[in-house]
């Protein structure tokens, strides 16, 4: 670092720090006084002056360069009765204070919305859609489980390829492209095999955030985009949970105190915990419910547990202590067996100085993720990651800017076990390491908020450091209309072992960035005929550039337009055709991805309707030509509408449609019989029955798939025994008119596979 950027930051911070020293500051979290749940995005001021904030999705919020005095604290929300408490601030003093606000009873979707339309007026929020457990659970849900595997599909840029698999595809990238984190760790196999359900649970989640593009420094290790899973607390106050079961599967969740909240004798902290798991059996019972969709059953199996304990210290201090372990099987008789495992724990804590206004947060976790393919036809595959990472931050609020810095240590191991079809092994066991920081700094001017970010990251298996420069910013242009921003430069040392030739992608490997040797596509060395020359580096890059406006066209009407576009610069593949040792392992491509996605929402009390309609295209060069990737969905709509009704508003209606053009795919050309010759030259070829193999189109993915399209239907009531149970009995009905979508056509056999038929359901859900 030059002396010059050292004296610039030591006058910032002097500056800040004599700011501060001069006036004081007000900080504190605003809580929901029956389950002690924070209160996110709330408004908090100081009554008789123009000073405020709002607060984070912790409750959290720090209002600085407040003249000494005595002030009326207060906090509002929509649905809930206003509070206020009395404050004396002294020159350069520090002042924390809770506040408890009481639920009014309007409806939680109502709440979450209003609250998060104050907060798009002060924050960047490029490609962002912050996604509540509310939200999720208004969606209408298969099997009666609302799920965030479901919602995410409804994102606009948001492309998912089929019933099973359950991979998403984010503005152009491929699902190992983004990174899914869970309380700060990586997830990574974020959906079970039938991909209507995820290993989340929705009951426990507090927020998620989907950044499909352009994201600021905060984040790293990830080219395309990032979903950001935040979980709540457990209940402060009172023991509570619920038991639900349907057809595909039940689950049950556990919640209370360990230490109670006493909010009525003083600033005391609490302890509680929330237990979550669920546990699949719709191979036993679809061979009953839905044998017309398979007679031998879905074979599809899953096991999810999750726990946390959170610790609140009477400052606002946090400790959460977490853990889960997630199970996936699948068994196609006779065909292959799949499963895998995901187990992890970790902790992560926001500490509230009393002395300072300095906020500092961090994780360490660690994971290992297991998957394994046995198949009939070919030799085994298997994948290992394990999995550590600690990490720091700090925030500096001051008035209207607000930095933020940190610091990220990221280690894993990779065990990967492959055998092409040309006999040659492919194994990895590799061990690496990933050091970065980064700087975030937020500046309000009037109507201009802009964002300035940059991430260095130091790769260590690859001696390789990459400095990522990042901007967003939003201009209030009115009240109701907005114009965002943003761009930035990113990389990953990740790659996955899935190719897009397979017809079904279960087996998710992953593998560390190659040691070896890549060589650039399309150019010859004359020292070595048959490659190009080698790479420059072999981290896989990305550039982002997304612009859009934002349109509150009435207190209900919220409209959403951005135009993307990103520049995969350099993409790493396992080269699946190596046909000789000496071969690379890995194959590069360069790519781009652009579109326009548009979203549309209405939200009334009883009424919540969303339209999206996103156009993309996806290309990929892989040396010798430009073509579309599996994913290339060119247009996809999704409608969303749910009406709550009823003289108890306890009935609820929802319908979700989709519809997507089709997926490319390479034509037929030809067939021919392969001869193993497995005895030498005593081999009978003559007489021997040739394997029927495939000969492809030179023409990559020249062909499109018939449009895909599916209408849900959901249907639920609820009956509340007192204010803190009820059953809910949800009937649901996916694929209504039995839409015959095609999942792949088996060429060799030469038969059409369809995704799911017409599943009706009925569950239920017991709440105490």
Do not use: C
């Amino acid at each position: 670092m030059s002396k010059k950027l050292l004296l610039i930051l030591g006058l910032f911070f002097g500056l800040l720090g004599g700011t501060i020293a001069q006036k004081g500051t007000v900080r504190g979290n605003v809580f929901d006084k029956d389950t002690g749940d924070p209160i996110m995005f709330g408004n908090v001021y100081l009554e008789g002056t123009s000073l405020g904030a709002n607060t984070n999705i912790d409750g959290f919020f720090s209002i600085s360069n407040v003249p000494a005095g005595t002030y009326k604290l207060a906090a509002s929300y929509l649905g809930y009765d206003s509070t206020s408490v009395e404050v004396t601030v002294r020159e350069g003093s520090i002042k924390y204070e809770k506040l408890y606000l009481t639920s009014s009873g309007v409806e939680l979707e109502t709440v979450v919305i209003s609250g998060k339309r104050e907060e798009s007026k002060k924050e960047v929020q490029i490609s962002t859609v912050r996604v509540t457990a509310a939200q999720i659970k208004a969606l209408p849900t298969i099997g009666g489980e609302a799920d965030i595997a479901q919602y995410l599909t409804v994102i606009p840029g948001v492309i998912v390829t089929g019933d099973q698999g359950g991979q998403i595809y984010i503005r152009g990238g491929s699902p190992i492209q983004n990174k899914i984190l869970l309380d700060g760790m990586r997830i990574y196999n974020p959906f079970h095999s039938i991909g209507f359900f995820s290993v989340f649970e929705t009951e426990a989640i507090k927020s998620v955030d989907v950044l499909t593009g352009g994201f600021n420094a905060e984040y790293g290790g990830a080219t395309s985009a990032i979903v950001d899973i935040t979980t709540r607390d457990g209940d402060k106050k009172k023991f509570g949970g619920l038991v639900s079961a349907n057809p595909f599967i039940s689950k049950v969740m556990f919640e209370g105190p360990i230490k109670r909240l006493d909010e009525e004798n003083g600033n005391g902290g609490s302890i509680s915990y929330l237990l979550t798991g669920k546990y699949s059996y719709l191979e036993q019972t679809s061979k009953k419910i839905y044998s017309y969709a398979d007679s031998a059953g879905l074979p599809y199996n899953f096991q999810d547990i999750y726990g946390k304990v959170s610790f609140i210290a009477p400052n606002g201090s946090k400790l959460n202590l977490f853990g889960f372990n997630f199970n996936d099987d699948v068994n196609f008789q006779d065909v292959a067996r799949f499963d895998w495992n995901n187990f992890g724990m970790g902790a992560n804590f926001k500490l509230v100085p009393p002395s300072s206004t300095l906020l500092i947060g961090g994780t360490a976790a660690f994971s290992k993720y297991k998957i394994g393919l046995n198949e009939v036809d070919s030799d085994p595959r298997s994948s290992t990651i394990t999995t550590y990472n600690v990490d720091f931050n700090f925030t500096y609020f001051h008035k209207d800017n607000e930095l933020k810095y940190g610091f990220e240590f990221n280690g894993f191991n990779t065990n990967f076990n492959f055998k092409n079809v040309f006999g040659f092994d492919f194994e990895q066991i590799d061990f690496t390491t990933e050091l970065s920081g980064y700087l975030k700094y937020k500046i309000k001017l009037k109507n201009l908020v802009i964002e300035p970010s940059a991430r260095a990251i130091y790769y260590a298996s690859q001696s390789r450091f990459s400095l990522e420069p990042r901007v967003g910013l939003k201009y209030n242009i009115t009240d109701r209309v907005r114009f965002k921003m943003g761009a930035g430069i990113y990389t990953q040392n990740l790659v996955s072992t899935v190719n897009e030739e397979d017809v079904v992608n279960l087996f998710v490997g992953f593998l560390a960035g190659p040691e070896e040797t890549v060589f650039e596509p399309g150019t010859n060395d004359p020292n070595n005929p048959g490659t190009g020359d080698p790479t420059r580096d072999k981290l896989q890059r990305a550039i982002h550039g997304v612009a859009g406006f934002e349109f509150d066209l009435t207190d209900q009407i919220e409209f959403n337009v951005e135009p993307y576009y990103k520049k995969f610069t350099q993409l790493l593949n396992i080269n699946r055709n190596k046909l000789n040792a000496e071969d690379s392992n890995y194959s590069k491509e360069t790519g781009d991805a652009y579109g326009l996605d548009f979203l549309v929402k209405y939200e009334a009390r009883q009424v919540y309707l969303w339209l999206t309609y996103s156009v993309g295209y996806v290309n990929r060069f892989d040396g010798e030509q430009t073509y579309p990737t599996i994913f290339d969905r060119r247009h996809n709509v999704n409608f969303l509408g749910t009406y709550v009704f009823g003289e108890k508003k306890n009935w609820e209606f929802g319908a979700r449609w989709n519809m997507g053009s089709g997926f490319p795919f390479t034509l037929t050309q030809g067939f021919f019989g392969r001869h193993d010759y497995f005895g030498g030259l005593t081999s009978e070829y003559t007489t021997d029955q040739p394997r029927l193999e495939v000969i492809y189109s030179d023409e990559r993915n020249g062909g499109r798939l018939p449009y895909y399209h599916r209408l849900d239907f959901s249907l639920k009531n609820t009956i509340k025994f007192s204010k803190s149970s009820s059953l809910e009995t949800i009937a649901s009905v996916t694929n209504v008119y039995n839409r015959q979508n095609i999942f792949f056509f088996d060429r060799v056999a030469y038969e059409r596979r369809d995704q799911l038929p017409i599943l009706p359901s009925l569950g239920l859900i017991f709440k105490f």
